[in-house]
């Protein structure tokens, strides 16, 4: 091995500390990467070859019954190159051994066995027998999630009549990623269950023989999506169509392009960070030994070596860290990578996750770290490398330390001296003291964004749960009753109060803009449900007038005031134009809201409601469930006290793992800077401190100096800190903005306080750990040593 | 008489700190030869270890010529310039200048891992007398044991001049001595040409040749008849 290379190794290994304090920075950007990055083309590589292989539809609409006879005519349409007719339907389900209904949606099978688009996968036994009566396959989650084995028998309240339902086989369909019940909150495979059942028996059961109530399509690549859907809903109007849609508005869909959205959020702002962290300090660092190895670079140069063997020396030091950094980041990567795939399978169910792109994905996160590295340690290196051999040799002239405004500021102020040394170091290198105070506040920031996921999501569950949605649970009807079924629903053991609601699908327009979502109705004075907007404010809504999600309204570009034109996709479908009264700030969903009255008088019916909310009494609850269960007309209930302990649960964990995370991250920062600027300035100053306590001055006077230097920069970069986490947070909310829905900006003051708080104790600690250092500062061997 | 290893002509330097001119040399004329071992004495400030360092290649002239051998140095690249140290100049300075994160077998090595035709590592410590302390790192030798592994980093490269800037500055008399020595060795025994640059006037006494520097110019040169051995040294 060559004697330089030797110097390197060993230079290496006595630089251990801050050179591992720097590699778990890079670590973290490149883990951030591999996480995120990794995550979002695995996530992104399933779904395509999941939707393609599986053929998943582009078009999908339902009515309430079309003839088959229409469908020569649907697939004329330009555009359209494969279409499926079937029969869907929502049942209640009696599960064996236990009282609380489940829902059932019911997906026909055609009678040729296998659909040709939405081709479920067969995980096990078989699809059943186009001939059967009594034969479904079901959704493999649901199976597991309720234990059932093939052969099991459970009985589904279809349209009425009580049918025993045996499972051939369980399945994976792309229709079903992430698999949500009607009103839940979250996916809850126990209550919620998707049913393939052959055509013949689910047309018979729904009334649907020779007709159709569900429809998709593929489309030919480069159809214009907007045309086929409005030919779609032309031909399907007149039997109760309620608007075709692509798979933008699919909720599966949906959930997860929300979910890989999040992640390339997360891929563009995290890793920038911590290579960008990991870069200043590198540059820092190395900066540092080059100054102190002056004589020896003069030396090296001297004895014949070239400047690019010398730049080379150097950048090597910070590709040694790097190196360390990224095999860390790798490790880290991996595990943090299988812990959220892993994280994934619990909400999205893929047959297969592709990591087809894996390597690369390392390749690249290891290319990125080298690269910080290699930018953070250029500069210093080249510099290194031109310094004049017989300048090197001679002791770097003293640096100058002017009389400045600031001096006169300190003498003003009459401090210290030790407080006057650690102000005149910061000035004296304000490049140095800005890159540390930078370091200091992306840890800040990357905290402080943190744990306003947290502030964001108490309030959401605020909002959601304790303000807007206050009922046990939700009584889905199958259609719309008249408004005497909530009476009926109060009659039901264990009800303590029942409010109805009616909820219509609607197409909302006002100009060339256009937007599907529910039109809400409740009686002015509900208690169970209210409208509630983002700043906790019930809204109530006027009268003849329509109230809209600030996103909604947002998206037909309409505000408080304009005429909104209003097309109910069910009943006879009338158009009417309604003035847009107020708008509202929405979390969870998007919807427009009318009263109750107007509701109906504008449809000129009887009041009707879709929909009861209900307060119950715990202790009778399994009569409730039993009782439910047996009723036609209700297609199943939402529970939303189980649906907010579980929303809950599921966030506080997810949550907590993130703060860890985050935690981690913030506190690898903090020590990387601080440590390592604390480092240089007691090698800068080990003469000036040793002369000091040469003096008389005490170590803990001594040691204030340094620590003193390190927390000055630290509280200086609080603000800023602050700041960035703010824009951090912001660039997440953005990044999260979905019709599903909306994380609120909320600012809670203790965010701040509570970030601040750790990053200055961590730093604190990181001087402290170099303060221990001057304690053993040998005083004899510091002065003789020439600097 | 042999051939110049160096010849000057009207060599000047200026340091130009910007705000004053420094006229580090005045336009020295000067020829060193081959195999022989000069001693450049003069007042501090007054230019020696400028012209070392031109010599040296360390550094460029501002004004004159400056050959070695038959090679004009001045107007040399840097490239160029790193290639004439690397071949041709062993440097020895009055602080060691030793690599601490290597032994005194690797800092001569750090020689011999560029140069073309070295010697083993372990030889040249032999001949400065450390063949027993080759895998000791800096801060466990004395100065003296320092200094002499800088000779040994020096000449493992059979280099064609040494060029010493005090060498025994930082040394006591009898550590000194021991540097001398070993200096004296090489160019008795390799026949290195050798400049040294003291402040020490009794050391002129082994030298073949004493240049006396004054304000940047040549105050003189006289030849020793006579050469006393190191040993006889005091100071
Ligand atoms: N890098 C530099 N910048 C400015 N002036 C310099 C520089 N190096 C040397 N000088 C000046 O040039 C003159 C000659 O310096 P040089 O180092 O050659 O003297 P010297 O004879 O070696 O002195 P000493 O015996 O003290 O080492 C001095 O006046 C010195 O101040
Ligand atoms: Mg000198």
Not at chain 1, 54 to 79: C, H, Q
Not at chain 1, 469 to 495: C, H, K, W, Y
Not at chain 2, 66 to 83: E, I
Not at chain 2, 137 to 144: D, K, Q, T, V
Request: charged letters at 20%.
């Amino acid at each position: 091995m060559h004697a330089l290379d030797r110097k390197l190794l060993r230079d290496f290994v006595r630089l251990w500390a801050q050179a591992l304090a720097i590699a778990l920075v890079l670590g973290c950007g490149v883990a951030a990467l591999i996480t995120s990055f990794g995550m979002y083309q695995t996530l992104g590589d399933s779904r395509a070859a999941y939707y393609d292989r599986n053929r998943l539809a582009d078009i999908w609409a339902s009515a309430r019954r079309a003839p088959r006879t229409l469908l020569p005519e649907l697939a004329a349409i330009p555009g359209i190159r494969t279409l499926e007719a079937r029969t869907e339907g929502l049942v209640t389900l009696d599960i064996p051994g236990r009282d609380q209904g489940a829902a059932g949606q019911v997906i026909s099978l055609p009678a040729s066995g296998a659909p040709i688009l939405n081709v479920p996968l067969l995980q096990s036994g078989r699809l059943p027998d186009p001939a059967a009566r009594d034969e479904v396959a079901v959704n493999a989650p649901f199976a597991r999630a309720n234990g059932f084995a093939l052969g099991d028998r459970f009985s589904a309240n279809i349209n009425g009549t009580r049918r025993e339902l045996t499972i051939t086989g369980t399945v994976l369909s792309p229709e079903f990623v992430y698999t949500i019940g009607p009103g839940a909150m979250m996916p809850d495979n126990k209550t919620f269950g998707i049913l393939f059942m052959p055509d013949r028996a689910a047309a018979a059961a729904f009334d649907m023989t020779g007709a159709f109530n569900s429809l998709t399509a593929a489309l030919y690549p480069g159809a214009n999506k907007a045309e086929v859907i409005e030919a779609v809903d032309r031909l399907l109007a007149p039997y109760g169509g309620t608007g075709a849609y692509g798979r933008d508005r699919q909720i599966s869909d949906s959930f997860v392009s929300s979910e890989i959205d999040q992640l390339w959020s997360m891929t563009i702002i995290l890793p920038p960070i911590f290579f960008g962290v990991a870069a200043f300090l590198v540059n820092m660092v190395l900066g540092r030994i080059v100054a102190l190895e002056r004589p020896e670079i003069g030396l090296l140069k001297a004895l014949g070596y070239s400047n690019r063997t010398i730049a080379a020396h150097y950048l090597m030091l910070a590709g040694l860290t790097a190196l360390v950094g990224i095999l860390l980041g790798w490790g880290a990567g991996a595990w943090l990578a299988s812990g959220l795939a892993k994280l994934y399978a619990r909400f999205y169910d893929f047959p297969y996750l592709i990591f087809r792109g894996s390597w690369t994905v390392y390749a690249v996160g290891g290319l990125l770290g080298l690269a910080a590295a290699a930018f953070g340690a250029l500069r210093v290196a080249l510099a290194a490398a031109r310094l004049p051999p017989a300048l090197a040799m001679q002791p770097p002239a003293p640096p100058r330390f002017r009389r400045g405004l600031t001096d006169r500021l300190m003498a003003w102020l009459r401090l210290s001296q030790p407080a006057m040394m650690i102000f005149r170091s910061i000035t004296r290198w304000p490049f140095r003291a800005a890159t540390s105070a930078f370091g200091i506040a992306m840890a800040v920031a990357v905290l402080a964004a943190a744990s306003f996921f947290n502030d964001a999501m108490d309030k959401m569950m605020e909002v959601t749960f304790a303000l807007a949605n206050r009922q046990d649970a939700m009584v889905i009807f199958t259609s719309t009753l008249p408004e005497r079924a909530v009476d009926e629903v109060a009659r039901l053991p264990g009800v303590i109060a029942v409010e109805g609601q009616l909820v219509e699908p609607v197409l909302l327009r006002r100009g060339q803009y256009e937007k599907h979502t529910s039109l809400e109705a409740r009686r002015p004075d509900t208690d169970l449900s209210r409208i509630v907007g983002g700043s906790g404010r019930v809204v109530s809504v006027p009268p003849g007038g329509l109230v809209l999600s600030a996103r909604v309204a947002a998206q037909i570009h309409a505000s408080a005031g304009d005429p909104v034109e209003v097309e109910f996709l069910s009943g006879r479908r009338e158009v009417l134009t309604l003035p847009l009264t107020g708008t509202i700030e929405q979390y969870i969903g998007i919807a427009a809201y009318i009263d109750y009255d107007t509701l109906n008088a504008l449809r000129r019916q009887a009041p009707r409601v879709s929909l009861a909310n209900v307060t119950l009494d715990p202790a009778t609850r399994r009569d409730f469930d039993r009782a439910v269960k047996d009723i036609p007309a209700i297609a199943g209930t939402s529970m939303f006290s189980d649906a907010r302990r579980a929303f809950q649960e599921t966030i506080r964990q997810n949550i907590s793992v993130t703060a860890t995370v985050y935690l981690v991250l913030a506190v690898l920062i903090t020590v990387g800077v601080t440590y390592n600027g604390s480092r240089i300035q007691l090698s800068e100053r080990a003469r000036e401190l040793a002369s000091l306590r040469i003096l008389g001055f005490s170590r803990g006077e001594v040691s204030f100096i340094l620590v003193g230097e390190a927390m000055v920069l630290a509280l200086i970069a609080q603000p800023f800190g602050w700041l960035a986490g703010l824009g951090i947070a912001w660039a997440f909310t953005q990044g999260l903005d979905s019709d599903l829905y909306q994380v609120p900006f909320v600012i809670v003051p203790a965010t701040f306080a509570r970030a601040s708080l750790i990053v200055l104790l961590t730093a604190l600690a990181s001087a402290l750990v170099v303060r221990r250092r001057i304690d053993r500062l040998d005083l004899v061997a510091v002065m003789k040593t020439r600097e | 008489m042999p051939d110049a290893v160096f010849r000057t002509e009207g060599l000047t330097k200026v340091y130009d700190t910007g705000t004053v001119k420094v006229q580090a040399l005045g336009g020295v004329d000067l020829a060193l030869y081959e195999g022989e071992f000069a001693v450049l004495l003069g007042p501090s400030g007054s230019g020696k270890s400028t012209l070392l360092n031109i010599l040296g290649g360390l550094d460029t002239a501002t004004g004159g010529h400056v050959w070695f051998r038959d090679r004009d140095l001045t107007g040399l690249k840097d490239r160029a310039l790193t290639a004439y140290r690397r071949d041709h100049v062993g440097f020895v300075f009055q602080f060691y200048n030793l690599v601490a994160s290597l032994t005194a077998r690797e800092n001569v090595q750090l020689v011999t891992d560029v140069s073309r035709n070295p010697m083993a590592p372990s030889e040249a410590l032999d001949m400065v007398g450390l063949g027993a302390r080759l895998d000791h790192f800096p801060a466990e030798l004395s100065g003296g044991e320092q200094q002499r592994v800088a000779i040994a980093r020096a000449i493992a490269k059979r280099p064609d001049v040494l060029l010493c800037d005090e060498p025994t500055g930082a040394l006591d008399s009898k550590t000194g001595v021991q540097v001398l020595q070993a200096l004296k060795r090489v160019n008795d025994e390799l026949g290195t040409a050798t400049v040294v640059i003291t402040h020490n006037v009794a050391i002129r006494k082994m030298a073949h040749r004493v240049i006396r520097f004054q304000d940047g110019n040549i105050l003189s040169t006289e030849e020793n008849a006579a050469r006393i051995d190191p040993a006889e040294i005091e100071w």
